[in-house]
């Protein structure tokens, strides 16, 4: 077993990515446009500059910051009261911590977002490092978040394993360095993800399942 796990947060801890989704569709009516179809995949995961390219790409014509920032705003007053935890959340998190595995979340959400969610559902004392993409210079796909909270944790990026869902963070992942298993929400992995993840699991309780056989 890995001495570290970082932990994406939407779509794998919360099923918030459907919020997310819907967050866009609000937005793009709100600054006046047609949703993009692919827009919500493209943005899923990312932080930053990398977030902002991807809203000018597809809505040449809107302040990309003021999008970007009502549509986090949107989900945040949403997860305030509606918070669906992912099955076996709970169960992997304990599941490491009995073992002295250090956990980390790394997360493409503003900080305070990270840390709303995590103590509404009570796991903030399950994490050592808590790391937003706001922290780091470029967001996913880009493996800077996850080299980040690897040196945060005190270990090498080969030492600590990845849980992620979404393309671009697994992505990430993999060229961090890191052991990547994905667990899909709403897309699933391509074929070269499929090739280079150590793993890809139905749910965090399969992800939990493999590790306690050792498969992982």
């Avoid at 009516?29 to 991807?54: D, K, N």
């Avoid at 880009?142 to 963070?169: H, R, S, T, W």
Wanted: glycine content about 8%.
């Amino acid at each position: 077993m890995k001495k570290a796990a970082i932990f994406d947060m939407d779509g794998l801890l919360f099923d918030t990515e459907r919020l997310y989704q819907e967050s866009w569709i609000k937005m793009a009516e709100r600054f006046g446009q047609i949703p993009a179809p692919g827009f919500p995949g493209a943005i899923c995961g990312t932080s930053g500059a990398h977030a902002l390219a991807v809203i000018r790409a597809h809505y040449p014509d809107v302040d990309a910051q003021a999008f970007w920032e009502g549509g986090i705003a949107w989900v945040a007053e949403r997860a305030a009261f509606e918070l669906p935890v992912k099955p076996g959340a709970l169960e992997i998190l304990q599941f490491l911590q009995g073992y002295g595995v250090r956990l980390a979340v790394a997360s493409s959400s503003p900080r305070e977002m990270i840390l709303q969610n995590l103590r509404k559902a009570e796991m903030e004392p399950y994490f050592d490092v808590v790391l937003s993409g706001q922290q780091v210079e470029h967001g996913k796909p880009e493996p800077d978040i996850f080299q980040k909270a690897a040196e945060m944790l005190g270990f090498a990026p080969k030492d600590c394993y990845v849980f992620e869902d979404g393309i671009n963070g697994v992505r990430a992942g993999i060229a961090a360095g890191c052991k990547t298993v994905m667990i899909p929400d709403l897309t699933p992995p391509t074929p070269d993800l499929q090739r280079d993840c150590a793993a890809v699991c139905a749910s965090l309780l399969d992800a939990r399942e493999r590790l306690a056989s050792g498969v992982l």
